[in-house]
């Protein structure tokens, strides 16, 4: 099973071109047309080729957007299979493509940030359930929370005296500022959802 991220950047229009843009290239750097492509103006989707790393893509990219300041973007992730592939990613298709475009219009209506379409209602209920408080947490996360939060995903090994010495604060600041971000609960969600998809196969 595969998934397909189409997000938007909220608001861009207060926004330069370039600043949202600069961030998501800084986001997918190293990806290729076939896996990320920017089209539509300011929407975005980016395929994933095992969907149990969706929801920590989703993390990274909202890490990335909100470490600009009033940044944000809506996720849409769809789940489900690709039956074509194209040199363009927003070219391609597919069950998951279907999902993560048709829901990312009805989200945008709602006014949801975060959600989830695949073919089994259950598991999007299950899904989009844990996803309320997701959003709480990080639709509220500050340029410090966000950033602290992107060098953690970004650098695996690192720990807390390391990155202390890299952004030249304590120890203990560090602690903080991920705490402030919920990183901890948001690693245990990453865990689960990764155990409910695995489950799906």
């Known amino acids: 099973m595969k998934a397909v991220i189409t997000g938007d950047i909220i608001d861009s229009q207060k926004f330069g071109a370039e600043v949202w843009y600069k961030a998501l290239q800084e986001i997918f750097e190293g990806k290729t047309s076939q896996e990320w492509e ?31 300041q009033d940044l944000d973007v809506r996720i849409s992730i769809g789940l489900g299979d690709q039956n074509f592939v194209a040199d363009k990613v927003s070219q391609s298709n597919g069950s998951a493509f279907v999902n993560s475009g048709r829901n990312l219009e009805r989200i945008k209506a709602e006014k949801i940030n975060l959600h989830i379409a695949s073919e089994k209602p ?34 695996k090994d690192i720990n807390q005296d390391e990155a202390a010495k890299l952004l030249n604060l304590t120890q203990s600041s560090i602690s903080q500022r991920l705490k ?17 998809i695995s489950q799906q196969k």
Do not use: C, H
Not at 130 to 144: C, E, G, H, N, P
Not at 180 to 189: F, G, V
């Open 180 to 196: 402030r971000a919920n990183y901890d609960l948001l690693m245990e969600t990453e865990a689960y959802y990764r155990q409910l």
């Open 122 to 155: 259950e598991l999007d209920a299950q899904l989009n359930l844990i996803f309320k408080w997701v959003s709480l947490t990080v639709d509220s996360w500050s340029v410090m929370s966000a950033e602290i939060v992107d060098l953690f995903l970004n650098k």
């Open 38 to 68: 920017n089209y539509r103006g300011d929407e975005f989707q980016y395929l994933i080729p095992n969907a149990e790393d969706a929801f920590l893509e989703f993390l990274k990219i909202k890490a990335g957007i909100k470490k600009i």
